[in-house]
């Protein structure tokens, strides 16, 4: 299995792939926040999409196994939401959106592919928000080095009540040349 991000070229196959996921029942309640208890799917529109992946400060990589796009990894630079802005932090943004990719083992290996490209941007810290009923992405990032520094209660509704946002970094060390 040969596992790396890819920066692809967009086309509307991708867009629509990556609306599908994003509404995706089985992950949405991990992915997306909720900011109310009435709000329904779709969250994702193909207009929010393309807005998305136009953002300037955001690097948009398809994690692709074999070839194959099966979710996505994102780096955000000077994330508004970010606990301690210094100017060298990437936000991650990650998911697998593929339902036969989920739960198979691959978080590891994305999160050192991850590592890897944030160190050769140059970044020195990487800070994510993880909501707290998502006890298998915690475990990830916590087998990868993360650390919790915060927790914003109350963040997101899902799966009727009200679930905190923890926020996690890691250090990275800088890239031997």
Known sequence: MDLQLKNLALNEELIQTILRWE????ISPFITP?????????????????????????????????DKPVGIASIIRDFPALLKKDGNTAWLGIYIGDPDWRSKGI???????????????????????????????????????????????????????WRDDIRMEKILGSVLG
Not at 23 to 26: R, S
Not at 124 to 131: P, S
């Open 23 to 26: 509404n995706d029942l089985a």
């Open 34 to 66: 909720h900011y109310d208890e009435e709000s329904k799917l779709p969250l994702g529109t193909e207009e929010g999409v393309r807005e998305s992946l136009s953002n300037p400060d955001k690097r948009t990589y398809f994690i692709c196994v074999d």
């Open 107 to 161: 978080g590891k290996t994305v999160m050192a592919l991850y590592e890897e490209e944030c160190r050769r941007l140059g970044y020195q810290r990487i800070e994510l928000g993880v909501f707290s009923h998502n006890a298998g992405a915690i475990s990830l990032y916590e087998r990868s080095g993360f650390t919790q520094i915060g927790v914003i209660p109350h963040f997101t509704y899902s799966q009727g009540e």
